[in-house]
């Protein structure tokens, strides 16, 4: 099976999960929003369209609105930073400029590891799952999407079960210029494997230069640790 298929499944599974028994939910309650100043009502949109995709039922608590203004501009104060949890928003009006904290509740999936991981070890996706829970608990730089840590390397041994943290993964080449690589060449009917040397560095997916022991320089597309795949 596919490894990207099944990290799919696995995350569509437990989204399912998360929402077994919920027959309709609304971003927050419909008293809240009923309820809201212009300004209000506009940090809420920004919040709730600013969520990872796939997440759901969010809720946005905010502090009483004391300022009046016609025409509220809210925008993130640090977009750099998760938009869950609490979120500091600014507000322009005109030439004044104010900020807002709000709080903000969202269901999602994320990644955690099913086995344990060495240090400097490269993450594959067999070694991944998707599991669903309150994304606001969860640590900072938590990882949500198994597709960008995929072929990293970790900086430290990790647990398994727990939470993948973006800050204890890193990129690494997985092939290296001028280092021996196995090469794979799939064609119509056939797969042959061969060794070379690699032109250039490359991470996962990268296409990169080759030029096996004996004939012309190729490209590749880099699979694994000093592995190429040639097709034809």
Same mark, same amino acid.
Do not use: K
């Given at each position: 099976m596919n490894p990207r298929t099944?990290?799919?499944?696995?995350? #569509? !599974?437990?989204?399912?999960?998360?929402?077994? @028994?919920?027959?309709?939910?609304?971003?927050?309650?419909?008293?809240?929003?009923?309820? %809201?100043?212009?300004?209000?009502? #506009?940090? &809420?949109?920004?919040?709730?369209?600013?969520l990872p995709a796939h997440s759901h039922h969010p809720q946005v608590e905010l502090p009483a609105s004391t300022t009046a203004c016609d025409d509220p501009r809210p925008f993130l104060a640090h977009?750099?930073?998760?938009?869950?949890?609490?979120?500091?928003? @600014?507000? &322009?009006?005109?030439?004044a400029l104010h900020y807002v904290q709000a709080r903000v509740s969202v269901m999602g999936t994320y990644v955690v590891s099913l086995q344990n991981i060495a240090a400097n070890q490269v993450v594959e996706a067999s070694m991944l799952?998707? &599991?669903? @829970?309150?994304?606001?608990? !969860?640590?900072?730089?938590?990882?949500?999407?198994?597709r960008e840590v995929v072929g990293l390397r970790a900086t430290h041994a990790l647990r398994a079960g727990a939470p993948l943290i973006a800050s204890a993964l890193r990129k690494t080449w997985l092939?290296?210029?001028n280092h021996q690589v196995a090469m794979?060449?799939?064609?119509a009917g056939f797969v042959l494997s061969r060794q070379g040397k690699?032109? %250039?560095?490359?991470?996962?997916? %990268?296409?990169? &230069?080759?030029v096996p022991e004996r004939g012309r320089v190729l490209r590749a597309t880099v699979t694994g640790p000093d592995q190429l795949m040639v097709r034809d």
């Open positions: 099944t990290l799919a499944t696995r995350a #569509r !599974l437990a989204t399912v999960g998360a929402c077994l @028994g919920t027959l309709l939910w609304l971003p927050t309650s419909a008293t809240a929003m009923a309820e %809201d100043s212009l300004e209000q009502g #506009r940090i &809420r949109e920004l919040l709730i369209a600013a977009p750099e930073q998760r938009s869950y949890g609490r979120v500091l928003v @600014g507000v &322009r009006c005109g030439q799952a998707m &599991r669903a @829970g309150a994304l606001e608990r !969860l640590p900072a730089n938590a990882v949500l999407d198994a092939v290296e210029q794979q060449f799939r064609g690699a032109l %250039d560095n490359g991470y996962l997916g %990268d296409e990169v &230069r080759v």
